[in-house]
């Protein structure tokens, strides 16, 4: 049985790579490579028992050229817990009321962000999810 399970000895050394490439210079073409958008990440937010007000600084980088929606949700209840209004880039959040009060305990939380143009057409873009842990004391 373990020589069946060997690996098969490698016999081909030749590696293939790509031949370098320049870049071709095309007039009054747009770069096809947008700037990237910078999420936040938390591993744990603390939120008192028996209330809904919660203290937790949420942000939107500064180096952002769009609007966040920020919403807490929790999958094992399917519910949303909290949604920001528009967030600036470089602005930043430091008291938020979620929808209900919790009961003490760990829940798993994920932090779920919509993206939108800082422009009149506020054009959607991409999100994010980060998953942390909500812990209700």
Same mark, same amino acid.
């Given at each position: 049985i373990y #020589?069946r399970m060997?690996?098969?000895e490698? !016999?081909?050394y030749d590696?293939a790579? &790509?031949e370098?490439?320049? *870049?071709?210079?095309?007039e009054g073409?747009k770069a =096809?490579? &947008?700037k990237?958008i910078?999420?936040p990440?938390y /591993?744990?937010?603390? +939120?008192?028992?028996?209330? *809904?007000d919660?203290?937790? @600084?949420?942000m939107?980088?500064e180096?952002? &050229? +769009?609007?966040? &929606?920020? =919403?807490?949700? %929790?999958?094992?209840?399917?519910?949303t817990i909290?949604? =920001?209004k528009?967030? /600036?880039p470089?602005? $930043?959040?430091? $008291?938020?009321? %979620?929808?209900?009060? %919790?009961?003490?305990g @760990?829940?798993?939380?994920?932090? *779920?962000y919509? !993206?939108?143009?800082?422009?009149? *057409?506020? !054009?959607?873009k #991409?999100?994010?999810? +980060?998953?942390?842990?909500l812990k209700?004391v």
């Open positions: #020589n060997q690996p098969k490698v !016999t081909n590696t790579f &790509e370098e490439q320049t *870049k071709p210079e095309s073409q =096809s490579t &947008e990237g910078q999420i990440g /591993k744990t937010i603390t +939120v008192a028992s028996g209330s *809904k919660v203290d937790v @600084e949420l939107n980088p180096e952002n &050229e +769009v609007y966040f &929606e920020i =919403s807490f949700y %929790l999958p094992d209840t399917d519910e909290y949604t =920001s528009k967030i /600036k470089g602005q $930043h959040i430091y $008291h938020i009321t %979620l929808n209900r009060e %919790l009961q003490a @760990e829940y798993p939380l994920t932090v *779920k919509a !993206t939108c143009s800082a422009d009149e *057409k506020m !054009t959607p #991409n999100g994010a999810e +980060v998953n942390c842990t209700v």
